[in-house]
Antibody, heavy 117, light 107 residues
Framework: QVQLQESGPGLVKPSGTLSLTCAVS?????????WSWVRQPPGKGLEWIGEIYHSGSTNYNPSLKSRVTISVDKSKNQFSLKLSSVTAADTAVYYCARATTSAFDIWGQGTMVTVSS | SSELTQDPAVSVALGQTVRITCQGD??????ASWYQQKPGQAPVLVIY???NRPSGIPDRFSGSSSGNTASLTITGAQAEDEADYYC??????????FGGGTKLTVL
């Protein structure tokens, strides 16, 4: 079965760029699904960040669009998130998830990213 | 602010039925999906589409929709159902959006 695993630095300095990767195992990233990033600040709800298709097509949350880049590396079967100009408000657990036409059916375990100097 | 509105907290007596609702104009055009999240864990999909359960989700979980409101019903709530529940759908631009979440307490 498909599994997702996030990786990346757990600490990012303010004004820096947050970079995370989601490795897809047990299936191909070139399947007919979109691949998403979702975050959750401590004690708060879920926020969709954006998504990518294996062709490279992307959709982003309008509130984050100016700072977000999601890319795909089919050779490594993974996709990545870059969030620039981070502040403390970007401190959150970041999840990657597979999106079918109906729902986010598979989630990674999540990785905590703290923005602090 | 979220375009999907959920009650922040709901409680149910053990073995009773509870309905968790999600309101938003986009629900007139799109089905909601529902996610259960327990402390320290990733969300888990429990309902999607008109009323579909992924493999492994108990049949006490069901979904429905009417007008601008989607509902998740747990029939015969169990202690292990205590969790946060989030709805998800699309906004008017077609982007994904989550509701603010409902904390379910099983008494």
């Amino acid at each position: 079965q498909v599994q997702l695993q996030e990786s990346g630095p757990g600490l990012v300095k303010p004004s820096g760029t947050l970079s995370l990767t989601c490795a897809v195992s047990g299936g191909s990233i070139s399947s007919s699904n979109w691949w998403s990033w979702v975050r959750q600040p401590p004690g708060k709800g879920l926020e969709w960040i954006g998504e990518i298709y294996h062709s490279g097509s992307t959709n982003y949350n309008p509130s984050l669009k100016s700072r977000v880049t999601i890319s795909v590396d089919k050779s490594k079967n993974q996709f990545s998130l870059k969030l620039s100009s981070v502040t403390a408000a970007d401190t959150a657990v970041y999840y990657c998830a597979r999106a079918t036409t109906s729902a986010f059916d598979i989630w990674g375990q999540g990785t905590m990213v703290t923005v602090s100097s | 602010s979220s375009e999907l509105t959920q009650d922040p907290a709901v409680s149910v007596a053990l073995g009773q039925t509870v309905r968790i609702t999600c309101q938003g104009d986009s629900l007139r055009s799109y089905y909601a999906s529902w996610y259960q999240q327990k402390p320290g864990q990733a969300p888990v999909l429990v309902i999607y589409g008109k009323n579909n359960r992924p493999s492994g989700i108990p049949d006490r979980f069901s979904g429905s929709s009417s007008g601008n409101t989607a509902s998740l019903t747990i029939t015969g709530a169990q202690a292990e159902d205590e969790a946060d529940y989030y709805c998800n759908s699309r906004d008017s631009s077609g982007n994904h959006v989550f509701g603010g979440g409902t904390k379910l307490t099983v008494l």
